[in-house]
């Protein structure tokens, strides 16, 4: 026996449906091709103090020792994409680190994947303690350089929330060979920044492109490297859009196949720092008036 429900009633079941699917779903392109991948990654355990985070590692295919990439997720947390970008730049000869940030603090001591829906992944990721979340990148940075497989040289790469994390970044930690800020803002104090910083930001994205001019002045007064590319037409997250099957918008996907030439073309000219391998994380509180500026989505609320 068919039943037949009202139109209206049908239409508000499916749309129903559907924002369930899409939430559950909406990254499986990025899961298939993470899954399709020949590279070999593993999940590590990383260790400070009492807390343990839960980390993705990709390896190159490749005959020599290879560079370190941490890599520092969406605002989304360690999503199917940020794991798919991982294995992507291991593919172009990089160990690449994900580690989950959210790592302990989802539902039953779970990560980004223990959340119910992206809003709670998203409260949660902007509810992080900015001076945990650079503890968990010196573990991070720490496992990657006693790698045998590593030559030594670190780099950061953030995206969104994870673009103003690495800028952060870049001014508490002595040893990184260069910071990759894609849409994220800058901090107040660049003083203490020791690496070249590169910026990768959307045309169409006035709320993180409006404060690049302000960051060029600090970063010049500073006597800081810092090389920020604006593309035009792309929208905010276009690294992640720009790949995205049901994308829209045909600037995001040139500006993403741009950004990453130029990301791997600067990640393979890097060179191993002038600082000490031993100087590890800037004894300052940079790191504290770094976390001032608010970061991508971040709202007065959350700094």
């Known amino acids: 026996m068919k039943i037949l429900l009202p139109l209206?009633?049908?239409?508000?079941?499916?749309?129903?449906?559907?924002?369930?699917?899409?939430?559950?779903?909406?990254?499986?392109?990025?899961k298939a091709r993470l899954e399709a991948s020949p590279r070999h990654r593993e999940y590590v355990q990383l260790k400070r103090g009492d807390r343990t985070i839960q980390a993705l590692v990709v390896?190159?295919?490749?005959?020599?020792?290879?560079?370190?990439?941490?890599l520092i997720h969406e605002i989304f947390g360690l999503s199917d994409w940020a794991?798919?970008?991982?294995?992507?730049?291991?593919?172009?000869?990089?160990?690449?680190?994900?580690?989950?940030?959210?790592?302990?603090?989802?539902?039953?001591?779970?990560?980004?994947?223990?959340?119910?829906?992206?809003?709670?992944?998203?409260?949660?990721?902007?509810?992080?303690d900015p001076d945990?979340?650079?503890a968990d990148l010196d573990a991070a940075a720490d496992y990657g350089r006693k790698l045998p497989a590593a030559n030594g040289k670190i780099a950061v790469a953030g995206f969104c929330w994870?673009?103003?994390?690495?800028?952060?970044?870049?001014?508490?930690?002595?040893?990184?060979?260069?910071?990759?800020?894609?849409?994220?803002?800058?901090?107040k104090d660049v003083s203490t920044i020791t690496a070249p910083v590169y910026g990768f930001y959307a045309g169409n994205d006035a709320r993180v492109g409006a404060t690049v001019p302000d960051t060029t002045a600090a970063m010049k007064a500073?006597?800081?490297f810092y090389d920020p590319v604006t593309y035009d037409g792309a929208g905010h997250g276009f690294m992640r859009a720009g790949e995205d099957p049901g994308n829209t918008n045909p600037a995001n996907k040139t500006?993403?196949?741009?950004?990453?030439?130029?990301?791997?073309?600067?990640?393979?000219?890097?060179?191993?720092?002038?600082?000490?391998?031993?100087?590890?994380?800037a004894q300052t509180t940079a790191h504290k008036q770094a976390a001032d500026a608010p970061a991508c989505h971040e709202t007065a609320a959350t700094m």
């Open 132 to 134: 945990g979340v650079l």
């Open 162 to 187: 994870g673009g103003s994390k690495s800028f952060a970044f870049a001014t508490h930690r002595k040893d990184l060979s260069a910071a990759f800020v894609f849409y994220g803002t800058g901090p």
């Open 222 to 224: 500073a006597g800081k």
């Open 255 to 281: 500006a993403r196949e741009q950004a990453l030439a130029r990301l791997v073309k600067l990640l393979k000219e890097m060179k191993t720092p002038a600082a000490s391998l031993d100087a590890g994380p």
């Open 59 to 70: 390896y190159p295919e490749v005959k020599n020792k290879a560079s370190v990439v941490i």
């Open 8 to 30: 209206t009633r049908t239409i508000a079941l499916a749309s129903l449906l559907f924002a369930t699917g899409a939430i559950a779903h909406a990254q499986d392109w990025a």
């Open 83 to 128: 794991k798919e970008m991982a294995d992507e730049l291991a593919g172009e000869g990089f160990i690449v680190i994900a580690p989950d940030l959210l790592s302990g603090y989802g539902p039953n001591g779970g990560g980004s994947s223990a959340f119910a829906d992206q809003d709670s992944t998203v409260k949660a990721v902007s509810a992080l």
